[in-house]
């Protein structure tokens, strides 16, 4: 209710009334803080209201409750761990199929060591291997013992796993002339001399009887120094392994004439394959040497028409090689 209602008397309502004053003061208060002192019309009056705001102490603003702080998020329990879920036991691994094995090459044959300064390029290194190093033991051999030694450890071919000895040389050679046989047979395994069963004392008889010669004047020997068992014939791998002692032998002999005896001998020699026939009776040359061929003693002994053709070839060879030969009396045959 305002002032105009109060005049004419109305009974006034302390509520209002305690309402209406709240109000003014508020608005006083509101005023007097946008105004920043006394209101007009206050200033030196007597009145019986509140003393100035100016003359109080200006009450500070209240701070801001400050609002409680905002609690943290509850930190989150770390979650209570399952129960360990008890491990099979490891698996074993699957087995791996076995591939099918490829089919595996034969290891290649190691390089043949280079033989220059080997320790079997020498005769006192030990014993001949195979056909290189015979090669090079008899090469290196420095005379007519150490290609005798050389001979007698070789082991370049299977003939020494079966040989009693080996059969090297015999006699001394001082007429120039060698007799080469192909190879030792049962008789001369067991002395280690060539030519000493019945075909070798058919060819002393041709040598003491036939040229008047002692049989240590003429060299005897084989194209290899070992027998093939039962007498066989040498194989062409046993003749090439074995012939570099028998070529050191004539290097170091140094004969006039070689008379190989029989074909297989006289073909080696000669290096040609040809029947005895067209071989025997004349002379060939081998590396400068002259060559006369004629039948072996064995032969001889199983074909005794052929003596006189086998004297035939004798005679060639000493006249060759410059050796008299012997006067005959008349009807004398050739050697028996």
Known sequence: MDRDERAEGAEPDPHEEL???AR???????????????????VGTNAASPPPAAARPAKSPAPPTPAPPTPAPPIPAPPTPAPPTPMAPAASPAPVPARAASPRK???PAPEPARSGSPRDTVAAGPARDAADVRA???GARDLDEVRRGVAQCTACTLCQTRTNTVFLDGKGSSGLMFIGEAPGAEEDKTGVPFVGRAGQLLTDIVTKGMGLDRQDVWIANVLKCRPPDN??????EKATCTPWLDRQVALLGPRILVPLGRHASMHVLGITAAMNAMRGR???VAGRPVVPTFHPAY??????????CWKDIQLAMQTAGIPIPKREPGAGSAS
């Open 232 to 237: 066989r014939e040498p194989t062409p791998a």
């Open 137 to 139: 033991q008899a090469a």
């Open 19 to 21: 309402l209406r004053l």
């Open 24 to 42: 003014g003061v508020r608005g006083h208060v509101k005023r007097r803080q946008r105004l920043g002192g006394a209101l007009p019309g206050e």
């Open 300 to 309: 001889l002994l199983r074909n005794a028409s052929e003596k006189k053709e």
């Open 106 to 108: 034969a290891p290649e």
């Open 283 to 285: 002379v060939h040359t």
